[in-house]
């Protein structure tokens, strides 16, 4: 995994004169790519890439330059291709030959071969942006799911694309603005963001399965992929079978690395699915896998079990410990660094995200980094398997509006008086427009239909906010996080699957659990789904509630300039378990979050200016 960034200017001259700001990017990106760097600033182009060496070491250095048909082209790539071995088969039996084993240079010989339509031929989780030095076109596109990210903003008829905001911004002619869409982001929205939307005024990101070209001071863009109401002729049987052959090897091509593996272990279906794929893998090699399990200092002598949580990990991770040969790290989190890496999670996503949701992650890959490159972990089975409360309970799945956010009023208290956004609508618009895209086929019954809708909203944006939780806080230490379920083809195959298939057994991914049976202990198999786990000690809601009573006694804090003083006071004394963004983030973290944007907007010298 990788960071990349450039710009493309109309002339030379724009590009040599800014070389200063490249360098900050590359700075900026340098967590993202700690093992090498380099920058190419040519005829107006400037393109820049940190990189995390995982396969080819030596030789998959970048910019990667390309010289076919007597033309130049120039590669920055963030990602990893997982059927790098059948493509490059193609292209030499089309006639490319190879210097290297890196997929970089696959990708690079995919775009010469087949132009912009190399994007369908890829199994991967990338972005990358490559350069037509003749003809002055610069081409970028992003993975099908969304698992790697890409920025951008236009300038004075510039293109300026970074993986990450924070690169964005390090760029001398980028101002970090927030006008009243992005304070209506953070209160309304927060932490999730609009497809597309960065939030800051002018910063907008490419979406999954998008590719743009910039040409001539013009940017245009477009998709190349995306689910597909079909059919389902597939008896039970087969799509047992059929799941359990793309489940396992999508975990088996993700796999494959050149520096130390190791997997999550929450002792929960997803992880405990990979880490025993992974361990099976390992062995047949000669080698021992490793597992991480993240848990926090106090837990158990607070833990209170709920309907979304109703047991803790520890158990199950032990019965995977023993059905394992792997070696298995507990990480133990203590409350100060927990709430002290509230900042660097900050930092790391550049924008106020998940509070402790993403703090415990940061500090959890931090721990990983010490012993593993390359870390694999069960994002996306719930959203593709229909594993969360609001696909299963007819109530929440029926309500109106986003069911991870049932909070609109509740925000709206939050919001300075000096704003005038219509909050309703511009809330109810953008979950309108998702039910808009959703692929369905006429003659679905009721619940299908709206189980149809319910994958897209998850897709299109609670999936999102996760995914932006991996990649920032495992890219922060330099990790390279895959994530195995969201290999396109097993959301194809299940998108359009019955609900009664997937909720076999009334038990939420039922279908899941059939299909991996005999590979896991059965109270794994079958043990109620838990969410990632959280710290209930009770110190950290006096903590984050200390820090930010003092925020709100500085009469200067800048998140007094968009959040109402009286509101964040009531917030302090609330009694009540209210969420603000799924059940992951209740009270507590809501301060949190409040913490997060006054120190975002301190931190990034944001401008606000509605």
Same mark, same amino acid.
């Given at each position: 995994?990788?960071?990349?960034?450039?710009?493309?200017?109309?002339?030379?001259?724009?590009?040599?004169?800014?070389?200063?700001?490249?360098?900050?990017?590359?700075?900026?990106?340098?967590?993202?790519?700690?093992?090498?760097? %380099?920058?190419?600033?040519?005829?107006?182009?400037?393109?820049?890439?940190?990189?995390?060496?995982?396969?080819?070491?030596? &030789?998959?250095?970048?910019?990667?330059?390309? &010289?076919?048909?007597?033309?130049?082209?120039?590669?920055?790539?963030?990602?990893?291709?997982?059927?790098?071995?059948?493509?490059?088969?193609?292209?030499?039996?089309?006639?490319?030959?190879?210097?290297?084993?890196?997929?970089?240079?696959?990708?690079?010989?995919?775009?010469?071969?087949?132009?912009?339509?190399?994007?369908?031929?890829? &199994?991967?989780?990338?972005?990358?942006?490559?350069?037509?030095?003749?003809?002055?076109?610069?081409?970028?596109?992003?993975?099908?799911?969304?698992?790697?990210?890409?920025?951008?903003?236009?300038?004075?008829?510039?293109?300026?694309? =970074?993986?990450?905001?924070?690169?964005?911004?390090?760029?001398?002619?980028?101002?970090?603005?927030?006008?009243?869409?992005?304070?209506?982001?953070?209160?309304?929205?927060?932490?999730?963001?609009?497809? %597309?939307?960065?939030?800051?005024?002018?910063?907008?990101?490419?979406?999954?399965?998008?590719?743009?070209?910039?040409?001539? %001071?013009?940017?245009?863009?477009?998709?190349?992929?995306?689910?597909?109401?079909?059919?389902?002729?597939?008896?039970?049987?087969?799509?047992?079978?059929?799941?359990?052959?793309?489940?396992?090897?999508?975990?088996?091509?993700?796999?494959?690395?050149?520096?130390?593996?190791?997997?999550?272990?929450?002792?929960?279906?997803?992880?405990?699915?990979?880490?025993?794929?992974?361990?099976?893998?390992?062995?047949?090699?000669?080698?021992?896998?490793?597992?991480?399990?993240?848990?926090?200092?106090?837990?158990?002598?607070?833990?209170?079990?709920?309907?979304?949580?109703?047991?803790?990990?520890?158990?199950?991770?032990?019965?995977? &410990?023993?059905?394992?040969?792997?070696?298995?790290?507990?990480?133990?989190?203590?409350?100060?660094?927990?709430?002290?890496?509230?900042?660097? $999670?900050?930092?790391?996503?550049?924008?106020? %995200?998940?509070?402790?949701?993403?703090?415990?992650?940061?500090?959890?890959?931090?721990?990983?980094?010490?012993?593993?490159?390359?870390?694999?972990?069960?994002?996306?089975?719930?959203?593709?398997?229909?594993?969360?409360?609001?696909?299963?309970?007819?109530?929440?799945?029926? $309500?109106?509006?986003?069911?991870?956010?049932?909070?609109?009023?509740?925000?709206?208290?939050?919001?300075?008086?000096?704003?005038?956004?219509?909050? *309703?609508?511009?809330?109810?618009?953008?979950?309108?427009?998702?039910?808009?895209?959703?692929?369905?086929?006429?003659?679905?019954?009721?619940?299908?239909?709206?189980?149809?809708?319910?994958?897209?909203?998850?897709?299109?944006?609670?999936?999102? *906010?996760?995914?932006?939780?991996?990649?920032?806080?495992?890219?922060?230490?330099?990790?390279?996080?895959?994530?195995?379920?969201?290999?396109?083809?097993? $959301?194809?195959?299940?998108?359009?699957?019955?609900?009664?298939?997937?909720?076999?057994?009334? *038990?939420?991914?039922?279908?899941?659990?059939?299909?991996?049976?005999?590979?896991?202990?059965?109270?794994?198999?079958?043990?109620?789904?838990?969410?990632?786990?959280?710290?209930?000690?009770?110190?950290?809601?006096?903590?984050?509630? =200390?820090?930010?009573?003092?925020?709100?006694?500085?009469?200067?804090?800048?998140?007094?300039?968009?959040?109402?003083?009286?509101?964040?006071?009531?917030?302090?004394?609330?009694?009540?378990?209210?969420?603000?963004?799924?059940?992951?983030?209740?009270?507590?973290?809501?301060?949190?979050?409040?913490?997060?944007?006054?120190?975002?907007?301190?931190?990034?010298?944001?401008?606000?200016?509605?």
């Amino acid at each position: 995994m990788c960071g990349i960034a450039g710009q493309i200017a109309r002339n030379e001259g724009y590009t040599d004169a800014r070389r200063g700001s490249y360098e900050a990017m590359r700075v900026a990106l340098k967590r993202r790519g700690p093992d090498q760097d %380099g920058i190419y600033i040519n005829s107006g182009a400037a393109l820049v890439h940190t990189r995390l060496a995982v396969i080819d070491l030596e &030789n998959g250095r970048q910019p990667m330059v390309f &010289n076919h048909g007597g033309r130049r082209f120039v590669l920055v790539y963030n990602g990893e291709l997982y059927n790098t071995d059948e493509v490059r088969d193609t292209l030499r039996s089309l006639g490319h030959t190879f210097e290297t084993c890196s997929d970089t240079e696959v990708l690079g010989r995919a775009y010469l071969e087949w132009g912009g339509e190399c994007v369908k031929r890829l &199994n991967g989780i990338f972005a990358f942006a490559m350069w037509d030095e003749r003809e002055r076109r610069l081409f970028l596109a992003r993975d099908r799911i969304g698992v790697k990210p890409l920025f951008y903003t236009e300038v004075d008829d510039t293109l300026i694309f =970074a993986s990450e905001i924070p690169a964005l911004l390090a760029h001398a002619d980028v101002r970090p603005i927030l006008d009243e869409q992005g304070v209506a982001e953070l209160l309304l929205i927060g932490p999730g963001r609009t497809p %597309g939307c960065g939030v800051l005024s002018g910063i907008h990101e490419l979406l999954p399965a998008e590719c743009a070209e910039f040409e001539n %001071g013009r940017l245009w863009k477009w998709s190349y992929w995306s689910m597909i109401d079909r059919e389902c002729g597939d008896s039970f049987d087969t799509a047992v079978a059929s799941t359990r052959d793309l489940v396992t090897d999508a975990i088996t091509r993700q796999l494959v690395s050149d520096v130390p593996i190791a997997t999550f272990l929450s002792g929960g279906l997803d992880s405990s699915v990979i880490s025993s794929i992974a361990d099976t893998y390992m062995r047949s090699r000669g080698e021992v896998l490793r597992t991480f399990s993240v848990g926090y200092r106090d837990n158990a002598r607070y833990f209170e079990a709920s309907k979304f949580q109703p047991n803790s990990d520890e158990h199950y991770i032990d019965v995977m &410990n023993r059905h394992l040969a792997a070696e298995h790290i507990d990480v133990t989190l203590d409350t100060p660094e927990l709430a002290d890496a509230l900042y660097d $999670a900050v930092d790391a996503r550049g924008l106020p %995200g998940m509070a402790d949701v993403d703090s415990s992650l940061l500090l959890f890959c931090r721990e990983i980094k010490k012993h593993a490159t390359v870390a694999l972990s069960g994002e996306c089975a719930d959203e593709i398997f229909g594993g969360y409360p609001w696909y299963r309970d007819k109530t929440l799945r029926s $309500a109106y509006g986003f069911p991870w956010a049932q909070s609109t009023e509740r925000r709206q208290g939050f919001l300075h008086e000096r704003y005038s956004v219509n909050v *309703t609508e511009y809330v109810d618009s953008r979950y309108r427009d998702t039910l808009a895209q959703t692929s369905k086929l006429a003659g679905l019954d009721a619940d299908e239909t709206r189980l149809r809708e319910m994958v897209n909203l998850n897709f299109a944006w609670f999936m999102q *906010t996760l995914l932006d939780r991996k990649d920032r806080m495992s890219m922060y230490s330099g990790l390279e996080v895959r994530v195995p379920f969201c290999d396109y083809r097993i $959301a194809e195959y299940l998108y359009s699957m019955p609900w009664a298939y997937k909720d076999y057994r009334d *038990t939420e991914k039922g279908l899941l659990r059939t299909a991996m049976q005999g590979l896991l202990p059965d109270e794994v198999l079958w043990r109620k789904k838990s969410p990632y786990p959280k710290t209930h000690n009770p110190d950290y809601l006096a903590n984050v509630s =200390a820090r930010l009573r003092g925020v709100i006694a500085d009469a200067d804090a800048p998140l007094l300039q968009i959040v109402r003083r009286d509101a964040l006071e009531a917030l302090l004394t609330e009694t009540a378990s209210t969420p603000w963004y799924g059940q992951l983030m209740t009270v507590p973290q809501t301060i949190a979050y409040f913490l997060q944007m006054d120190y975002w907007l301190r931190k990034f010298e944001v401008e606000i200016v509605a």
